[in-house]
């Protein structure tokens, strides 16, 4: 059974910093890829970045602008999103998830796996 865990989040007020991490507890594909997904209230759930495990290929939302970086520690099966300079629009649930090759890293539907979610608040 593949599990999927988020930790890191909180409450921070704006400007400053979170480090989330997810644990996979192992890889189901061959060649897999993480990525981290956000949903605020009352809105759809949204790409936040990816990582290709083996290539280490990283592809990030639009909305980031270089405030969060993503990156991985293949040790533990970990990877984890530094989230920078946050601001109160950066508050949401953010979810972690496992997919393979198939598909761009910010497809959610390619994800088969997911964790429950962290909360990240921001306040202003």
């Known amino acids: 059974q593949v599990q999927v865990e988020e930790f890191g989040g909180g409450s921070v007020q704006a400007g400053g910093s979170l480090r989330l991490s997810c644990t996979v507890s192992?890889?189901?594909?061959?060649?897999?890829?993480v990525g981290w997904f956000r949903q605020a209230t009352g809105k759809e759930r949204q790409a936040v970045a990816g990582i290709y495990i083996h290539s280490g290929s990283i592809g990030y939302g639009d909305f980031v602008k270089g405030r969060f970086t993503i990156s991985q520690e293949n040790a533990k099966n970990t990877v984890y999103l530094q989230l920078n300079n946050l601001r109160p629009e950066d508050t949401a649930i953010y979810y972690c998830?496992?997919?393979?090759?198939?598909?761009?890293?910010?497809?959610?539907?390619?994800?088969?796996?997911w964790g429950q979610g962290t909360q990240v608040t921001v306040s202003s």
């Open positions: 192992e890889y189901p594909y061959t060649k897999p890829c």
């Open positions: 998830a496992v997919k393979g090759l198939s598909g761009p890293w910010y497809e959610e539907d390619k994800y088969g796996y």
